[in-house]
């Protein structure tokens, strides 16, 4: 049975990060007793582990009632990670209030949060991330890399860029080579034959100027896009995770 709470916000939130949160306990509840009911999968991670799929047996005032992995490894936070009908990863943080031989006994979360997933989903780069590319017959190198998705990025510099035309090309984005935002680990380059600068603002804040891409890539380029993409998605997904 879901859990009895009242309704603290009206909705989703836009947290940064590529996250929206809430603590709608309509929302809350509506996300539990469609894993009760469907026994959908769940995956429970905290900081070295995640487990394989499990299930999410009952929910009552108390809390949340699990199935026990079995390579269970005893904490006392865990994260639960599922996915929402139109397939958003999304996740609870909880505590472990006890447990049993087959089952684990959660306290109810107050807030969950999901990743944004668009047709064009854009994640942050790790700290250090560079673009090179050319426009005409000039060559630009370690521009800061801000964001990408499958189809643009966004990068900055402290000087404007001379770009005689919109459309670039020979575009080498330098991110680390490993599932790490440790750029000790090295470096790989993602290449993307051709794009077009669709638009340029000042962010005073930080005192730089923003150049917004849009990338007219091949199909093999975009696949790599994605797939790393998708392992960003996960290393941010696994950021801050209960210890």
Not at 93 to 98: F, M, N, P, W
Not at 99 to 120: K, M, V, W, Y
Not at 203 to 210: K, P
Request: proline letters at 5%; aromatic letters at 6%; glycine letters at 8%.
């Amino acid at each position: 049975m879901p859990i009895k709470k009242t309704p603290s916000g009206s909705g989703w939130q836009d947290i940064g990060a590529g996250y929206e949160n809430s603590a709608s306990g309509e929302i809350i509840n509506r996300s539990i007793t469609r894993l009760v009911t469907g026994h959908l999968p769940i995956f429970l991670a905290s900081k070295g582990y995640q487990s394989g799929p499990a299930i999410l047996i009952e929910a009552n005032d108390q809390g949340l009632l699990l199935d026990k992995p079995r390579d269970w490894r005893p904490c006392e936070k865990i994260r639960l990670i599922f996915k929402d009908e139109a397939r958003l990863t999304n996740h609870f943080d909880v505590r472990i209030l006890a447990e049993s031989a087959d089952t684990l006994q959660a306290s109810p979360p107050g807030e969950i949060f999901r990743l944004q997933r668009r047709a064009s989903y854009r994640v942050d780069v790790p700290h250090g991330c560079h673009v090179s590319f050319r426009s005409s017959d000039n060559l630009h190198l370690g521009l800061t890399l801000k964001n990408i998705s499958a189809t643009g990025m966004l990068f900055f510099s402290k000087k404007p860029v001379e770009l005689q035309r919109t459309a670039i090309q020979d575009i080498a984005l330098s991110i680390p080579a490993r599932e790490e935002e440790n750029i000790l680990t090295g470096w790989q380059q993602k290449k993307v034959s051709q794009g077009e600068v669709v638009r340029t603002f000042h962010d005073r804040q930080l005192g730089v100027v923003c150049y917004g891409v849009a990338f007219r890539c091949k199909r093999k380029e975009e696949d790599e896009l994605t797939r790393y993409i998708r392992q960003r998605e996960r290393e941010l997904l696994l950021k801050g995770l209960p210890a």
